[in-house]
Nanobody, 126 residues
Framework: QLQFVESGGGLVQPGGSLRLSCAAS????????VGWFRQAPGKEREGVSC????????YYRDPVQGRFTISRDNAKNVVYLQMNSLKPEDTATYYC???????????????????WGQGTQVTVSS
């Protein structure tokens, strides 16, 4: 069973940075595309960034392009999301997930994902 534990969230001022971590267990990340998703109150869950398993190809949602960087450490079974220049609209609960698909498909169709962690809250506010 795919299990995820997200951490690293918190309260940060606009323009600040956070680094999220996602520890996966119950499976090996090597063979999966992994990604970060977020859900703000009253909104649907959306893909933020996803990275492929083979060639490391990435997908970023337009609003985070150039500010967020996804990375993976297969040896540690961990996925990271470095978030810089944070904005109030980045406020949400952030989740990670894994799936056998292309990064773009995974990020654009979160309804295909069936296993989620508890998430980590990110609040950007002055």
């Amino acid at each position: 069973q795919l299990q995820f534990v997200e951490s690293g969230g918190g309260l940060v001022q606009p323009g600040g940075s956070l680094r999220l971590s996602c520890a996966a267990s119950g499976f090996t990340l090597d063979y999966y595309t992994v990604g970060w998703f977020r859900q703000a109150p009253g909104k649907e869950r959306e893909g933020v960034s996803c990275v492929g398993s083979r060639d490391g190809s990435t997908y970023y949602r337009d609003p985070v392009q150039g500010r967020f960087t996804i990375s993976r450490d297969n040896a540690k079974n961990v996925v990271y999301l470095q978030m810089n220049s944070l904005k109030p609209e980045d406020t949400a609960t952030y989740y990670c997930a894994a799936r056998s698909s292309t990064p773009q498909t995974m990020c654009l169709v979160p309804s295909l994902i069936y296993s989620w962690g508890q998430g980590t809250q990110v609040t950007v506010s002055s």
